[in-house]
């Protein structure tokens, strides 16, 4: 057993209001340069609808993530390493700039400088990648608050697994609000799709990241992630990617999206898992096992025995502790109420959501029935099956089950809670229906409507000494023989080296817009984690002429 720590997230969705705060405020924070005009690390998405980049979830199209081969083992759905070395100049599964949305801003001079007319002078769109004006026909919120709407469900590749009948409920069923970032998966198809060996996976929190010294913007990484959250900079040449704010939780404080979050609906915590077992669960044949099987990776951080395999690989003793009061932990294992999205990819997503319990609620109390009472609840979710078959496609791998129990812990902590707010005496019998005591249903409503920040947000620091000791992983299954893809490719190709330490000046002039032309000039970078502190290495202070 080899123990390691995860960074993981769970998102209430019956708490988020489209608000988009949490996508503008990581825009703001991230990706504001040129070149990411179009990028969102984060992004919320309306259901049903297409996502953004259009039909990402159709992977037929797309071909990302992993598949079993004939033998039963894990291979990448877009192809192994001769595949890619084919196709490396010319990869058609890759969304164009048309399937993300042109990003566009208004030539705002021209309602200042117009001459006097009759007319209002008018702010035309004009592209932010050509300067020509442009006509705005897509964005990455285009189908906001249009979940149901027969033009967009019509695309949506879930809902074309869903029979046709269940599409007509559908658009008169409900819609809700689906952010997301990247996964930070367990097991990255992106990571083992890059052939410059640029993407990799920290050892120490699981964060995914791109070395940007060796990215050679093949743009493989792209295809390989099923949930098309790493994206291609046309400026710089290379691939970026939601780095779940690092230097922020390294400090022990949350994501940006996570503390601008109006609606507090995402929770963050550590997750400690067999790093062993991950293959394992991965290669489970039927698609709709693979759930249990990734909870069956995940560790419980109070045996005894994990918490010695834990300090035996090097984690702190404050890690385990922030491991056994995560809310992660409690809402996949304690609750039950946290499903991982889309397992089915086989990437073990490590950023799971709790279905949202509203739309049986809604259906309900259209019919003129009590929306909130325990009999109509679980009446409801049992005959109501639009919202499951579309849930269970998202969360389950088609699998209704498991969306069913957690439909009907939600419906139960309604209907509990309900009783005690009102006075009246506490029914054991329901939380018994599903599996849980009075007591147990009382803290899982705490810690989804009441709990405070430092409940919400249980990041342990990072701890500087173990600098030195610490490596980045690449893919899980990047082992001898095996499909993950860091191998001869490129001159950069090979084990990741770790994230260098770079001085201001040299950061600055690197992604200065107007020095893309200028590469060779480029200077004044020194690696500071190699640096003695004796004398004066160069590049660490600006060269004479630069100060002239």
């Given at each position: 057993m080899r123990v390691m720590g995860q960074l993981a997230m769970v998102m209430n969705l019956d708490k988020c209001i489209g608000c988009h705060t949490c996508s503008v405020t990581c825009k703001q924070a991230w990706t504001n340069r040129a070149g990411t005009e179009y990028v969102w690390f984060n992004n919320v998405e309306t259901r049903p609808g297409?996502?953004?980049?259009?039909?990402?979830?159709?992977?037929?199209?797309?071909?990302?993530?992993?598949?079993?081969?004939?033998?039963?083992?894990?291979?990448?759905?877009?192809?192994?390493?001769?595949?890619?070395?084919?196709?490396?100049?010319?990869?058609?599964?890759?969304?164009?700039?048309?399937?993300?949305?042109?990003?566009w801003t208004y030539d705002y001079d021209r309602l200042f400088s117009a001459p006097a007319t009759q007319d209002t002078p008018v702010a035309r769109p004009t592209s932010l990648i050509t300067g020509e004006p442009t006509k705005i026909t897509w964005s990455a919120n285009w189908d906001d608050d249009l979940g149901g709407a027969p033009a967009l469900t019509a695309a949506d590749p879930v809902l074309r697994r869903v029979s046709d009948e269940v599409k007509l409920d559908f658009e008169r069923a409900f819609m809700f609000?689906?952010?997301?970032?990247?996964?930070?998966?367990?097991?990255?198809?992106?990571?083992?799709?890059?052939?410059?060996?640029?993407?990799?996976?920290?050892?120490?929190?699981?964060?995914?990241?791109?070395?940007?010294d060796r990215c050679r913007g093949w743009r493989m990484c792209v295809t390989g992630c099923p949930y098309k959250k790493v994206y291609f900079n046309h400026r710089t040449g290379k691939a970026e990617k939601c780095t779940f704010c690092y230097p922020r939780v390294e400090v022990g404080i949350p994501t940006v999206c996570s503390e601008t979050c109006v609606g507090r609906l995402r929770y963050i915590g550590l997750i400690l898992y067999d790093a062993d077992r991950v293959e394992e669960a991965a290669c489970v044949a039927d698609e709709r096992d693979l759930f249990e099987a990734q909870k069956g990776v995940l560790l419980d951080p109070a045996d005894p025995e994990v918490i010695a395999g834990a300090r035996a690989n090097g984690i702190p003793d404050d890690w385990l502790e922030a491991a056994r009061r995560s809310p992660v932990h409690q809402l996949i294992f304690e609750y039950g109420v946290a499903l991982p999205l889309h397992p089915e990819y086989r990437t073990?997503?490590?950023?799971?959501?709790?279905?949202?319990?509203?739309?049986?609620?809604?259906?309900?109390?259209?019919?003129?029935?009590?929306?909130?009472?325990?009999?109509?609840?679980?009446?409801?979710?049992?005959?109501?099956r639009i919202p499951i078959g579309y849930l269970a496609e998202l969360f389950s791998a088609g699998d209704p089950e498991p969306v069913r129990a957690v439909l009907r812990r939600l419906a139960a902590m309604r209907?509990?809670?309900?009783?005690?707010n009102l006075g009246q005496e506490p029914d054991e019998s329901i939380a018994t229906?599903?599996?849980?005591?009075?007591?147990?249903?009382?803290?899982?409503?705490?810690?989804?409507?009441?709990?405070?920040?430092?409940?919400?947000?249980?990041?342990?620091?990072?701890?500087?000494?173990?600098?030195?000791?610490?490596?980045?992983?690449?893919?899980?299954?990047?082992?001898?023989?095996?499909?993950?893809?860091?191998?001869?490719?490129?001159?950069?190709?090979?084990?990741?080296?770790?994230?260098?330490?770079?001085?201001?000046?040299?950061?600055?002039?690197?992604?200065?817009?107007?020095?893309?032309?200028?590469?060779?000039?480029?200077?004044?970078?020194?690696?500071?984690?190699?640096?003695?502190?004796?004398?004066?290495?160069?590049?660490?202070?600006?060269?004479?002429?630069?100060?002239?």
């Open positions: 297409q996502g953004y980049p259009r039909t990402y979830q159709d992977q037929e199209r797309w071909k990302g993530g992993w598949e079993l081969n004939r033998r039963g083992r894990l291979r990448l759905r877009a192809g192994g390493r001769l595949k890619k070395l084919l196709t490396i100049f010319a990869n058609p599964l890759m969304p164009s700039i048309q399937d993300y949305y042109e990003p609000y689906l952010p997301r970032i990247c996964e930070h998966c367990l097991n990255p198809s992106c990571v083992a799709s890059c052939p410059s060996g640029a993407l990799y996976k920290r050892s120490e929190d699981g964060i995914v990241l791109v070395d940007q073990m997503p490590m950023v799971w959501y709790i279905p949202p319990l509203s739309p049986v609620v809604d259906a309900l109390s259209g019919t003129g029935h009590d929306g909130e009472d325990a009999g109509n609840l679980f009446g409801a979710i049992d005959a109501l209907s509990y809670m309900r009783r005690l229906a599903v599996g849980m005591t009075g007591e147990q249903v009382e803290r899982m409503h705490r810690l989804l409507a009441l709990a405070p920040y430092d409940e919400r947000y249980v990041i342990p620091a990072a701890h500087a000494e173990q600098g030195a000791q610490l490596e980045e992983l690449g893919c899980s299954l990047d082992y001898e023989g095996g499909p993950g893809m860091n191998g001869p490719f490129g001159e950069a190709s090979g084990a990741p080296a770790p994230v260098a330490v770079e001085n201001f000046h040299a950061l600055r002039q690197r992604q200065a817009g107007d020095a893309l032309d200028r590469a060779d000039e480029l200077h004044g970078r020194v690696n500071l984690l190699n640096w003695d502190g004796k004398g004066t290495p160069e590049g660490l202070f600006p060269r004479r002429e630069d100060k002239l």
